[in-house]
Structure formats: C-alpha cells, structure tokens
C-alpha cells in the first residue's frame, strides 16, 4: 500500500528534469518524427526514377512542421511546468554548448558530403537528402550527448 508521502515523493523525482531537459528531449523526439514522416512520404515515391521523385515539397513540409513543432513544443512545456522552470545556469549552458558542439560536426560532414555530390554532378535528390540527413544527426546526436550530460553529469575539460 502506498502512502500520501510516497506517491508525492514520487512525483517530486519525476518532475526533477530540468526545463532544458524536457526541451532537449523534446527536440530530438521531434528531430526523429520529422525525418520519419518525410521517409514515409518519400520512400514510396522512389518507384519512379529519381530525377523525377517530387521530394522538395515533403522536405519542406517535414522542415517546417518540425521547426514549429519545435515552437509549440517550447510553449506548452513552459505552460506545464512554471513552478519547475528556472532560468538557465552556467551548467545548462555548458550542457547546451556541449551538445552544439558534437552536433556540428555531422552538419559539417553532410556540408562537405554535398560539397562532394554538386562537384561529381549528381542529382540534386541525393544532395538535399544528403544536407537534410546531416541536420537530423547533427540533432539526434547533440540531444543524445544533452541527455547524457544531464543524466550522467557533465565534467568541463
């Protein structure tokens, strides 16, 4: 049987996350779905041969709905947890740069990748979803290294 006490200690270790925490999680759930519905919408459409595969407007689309998913994302967290948000320390800002740090090194990749495809001629298809596969990681990855700097403590070099 569990007491008042338990149940609410319970729920104090729940809500511990920190506001940047919940955000960063959210971004790379976010990052995730998105590349996900533009695979979805994509893949199907690769019967056809590439040069005539209609990718730009699921990209777009996929882009956007993740950037205000993004937005929306923020905005109900910040409603949900006024009491818990606190403004941004020196640790979650050592976390937040940490993460931009791994993650720029995929946009960076995928840049150089490009770079590479436009320079042997290749069909813009497999540049952009090259450019696009590069941001996802770069955000999956810079949540990934977040989380884990949260969750396991982060140590300044």
Known sequence: MTSVTDTLDRTHQEDRMSFEEKRTWAYGVIAVLG?????????PRL????????????????VGGAIVA???SGMVLAAGSPKTRTPKDERDREIHRFGE?????????GAVVA?????????SFWIANAVYLAFVLSAIL???ARIVAYRRGFQEW
């Open 35 to 43: 590349y996900g519905v533009y695979l979805a919408l994509v893949l």
């Open 47 to 62: 019967a056809s041969p590439i040069e005539a595969t209609d990718y730009a407007e699921p990209l777009l689309w996929s």
């Open 70 to 72: 993004g937005i929306l």
């Open 101 to 109: 740090y791994v993650g720029h090194g995929f946009v960076v990749l």
């Open 115 to 123: 770079l590479l495809l436009a320079i042997l001629d290749v069909a």
């Open 142 to 144: 810079s949540s990934i």
